[in-house]
T-cell receptor, first 115, second 118 residues
Framework: NAGVMQNPRHLVRRRGQEARLRCSPM?????VYWYRQLPEEGLKFMVY????????ESGMPKERFSAEFPKEGPSILRIQQVVRGDSAAYFC?????????????FGPGTRLTVT | AQTVTQSQPEMSVQEAETVTLSCTYD???????LFWYKQPPSRQMILVIRQEAYKQQNATENRFSVNFQKAAKSFSLKISDSQLGDAAMYFCAYRSVQGETSGSRLTFGEGTQLTVNP
């Protein structure tokens, strides 16, 4: 059973470009979470999605960031007009949502570098 | 809002020795989950151990065990017989069980970098 997959693993963007990060949850999982890890810091929650629904986006910056989890295909975290401060590792986690403790399984992360 | 604090940015231990990593948290909730995650240089987040707040018994997983003190809001991780492969960043995390939205996110501490000396 494949784990959570994220691609690309590394992404380099110039300031002002768009970054699209993809996350495929574990098979059978319909809940996806995105976290951001700035250098030398812990992971910070960004957004929680279920298929076709955003459940909690309270950790998402108000501008330039958006997330979706369509009925078919991976979840996408989109960052428009990237700035140097967006450089970080972005982790996706998934859970089945069917039984406590709703354990979250993490992907390997995407390291975004903005030049 | 819940907060998680790890007061030890770095720790070191000799191979085969025992080390304890500290974690405290702040919450007004009575039921929740606590986790320790390991992040090796590969950056993959690996779940080490989990504790349900309603359980008084401390969780154990092979060489890893926790000391859960609910009243003190303390959740330390003990690693016995340390191995070179234990070297990593360790994160303590909190998860509420209240409600569909607030109950879903993990709140992480800032991490403790563990070095294992041969």
């Amino acid at each position: 059973n494949a784990g959570v997959m994220q691609n690309p693993r590394h992404l380099v963007r110039r300031r002002g470009q768009e970054a699209r990060l993809r996350c495929s949850p574990m098979k059978g999982h319909s809940h996806v979470y995105w976290y951001r890890q700035l250098p030398e810091e812990g992971l910070k929650f960004m957004v929680y999605l279920q298929k076709e629904n955003i459940i909690d986006e309270s950790g998402m910056p108000k501008e330039r960031f958006s997330a979706e989890f369509p009925k078919e295909g991976p979840s996408i975290l989109r960052i428009q007009q990237v700035v140097r401060g967006d450089s970080a590792a972005y982790f996706c986690a998934s859970s089945s949502g069917r039984a406590a403790p709703y354990e979250q399984y993490f992907g390997p992360g995407t390291r975004l570098t903005v030049t | 809002a819940q907060t998680v604090t790890q007061s030890q940015p770095e720790m070191s231990v000799q191979e085969a020795e025992t080390v304890t990593l500290s974690c405290t948290y702040d919450t007004s909730e009575s039921d929740y989950y606590l986790f320790w995650y390991k992040q090796p240089p590969s950056r993959q987040m690996i779940l080490v151990i989990r504790q349900e707040a309603y359980k008084q018994q401390n969780a154990t997983e092979n060489r890893f065990s926790v000391n859960f003190q609910k009243a003190a809001k303390s959740f330390s991780l003990k690693i016995s017989d340390s191995q070179l492969g234990d070297a990593a960043m360790y994160f303590c995390a909190y998860r509420s069980v209240q409600g569909e939205t607030s109950g879903s996110r993990l709140t992480f501490g800032e991490g403790t970098q563990l070095t294992v000396n041969p």
